[in-house]
């Protein structure tokens, strides 16, 4: 088993942690192999941002994503230069407010999940990365819930587990049957 993960979005949204995470929770929680790599643009908030996860079941012998199975998309501009690159049998979640159309030719499935509004139940928005990790294990499975959980203690600020945790419960807490496949603005 290989999963190759792209998160994709703008600088402050927090998706290389996310990608951090997810690459502590499937290597050092779950005893896989993962390897993750990283990309800011120009400018460290509003640039483009990536974070890239391979987690696999064998020894990662190539660490870099080319074509992801899974790919993350926290912003128009994301998903507007990544999606020709994701598997047509891939997964595609993007954000419900910061995505408002999904690409006429996008083969993936899809998922829209209201991301940021969870962050803003969970209490701030600096907790979106956490949520959309809790999005992305329910959606996807590649890892559980409990690795997960470890891994966002171990690499959150001190003084911020509680709001984190409770993002995380949020993000896993989604129905996977009541998200759409299209963002509203979208229509068929």
Do not use: C
């Amino acid at each position: 088993m290989r999963k190759d993960i792209r998160f994709s979005g703008i600088g402050g949204q927090g998706v290389v942690l996310a990608s951090q995470v997810l690459a502590e929770a499937a290597g050092v929680y779950q005893g896989l192999h993962a390897v993750q790599t990283q990309f800011y643009g120009y400018a460290i908030r509003g640039g483009p941002s990536t974070g890239d996860v391979v987690i696999s079941s064998e020894p990662v012998t190539y660490p870099w994503v080319q074509r992801p199975d899974v790919f993350v998309a926290m912003a128009q501009s994301a998903l507007d230069t990544g999606w020709k690159d994701v598997k047509p049998d891939g997964l595609v979640i993007v954000d419900s407010v910061y995505v408002t159309q999904l690409p006429a030719g996008l083969k993936a499935k899809s998922y829209v999940a209201p991301i940021t509004l969870l962050s803003d139940e969970a209490g701030t928005r600096k907790a979106i990365n956490i949520v959309m990790l809790g999005v992305f294990t329910k959606l996807t499975g590649i890892v559980t819930y409990e690795a997960l959980e470890m891994a966002v203690l171990a690499r959150v600020p001190k003084g911020t587990e509680k709001v984190n945790l409770k993002a995380l419960e949020l993000g896993y807490g989604v129905d996977p049957a009541k998200l759409p496949s299209k963002p509203a603005s979208v229509k068929a």
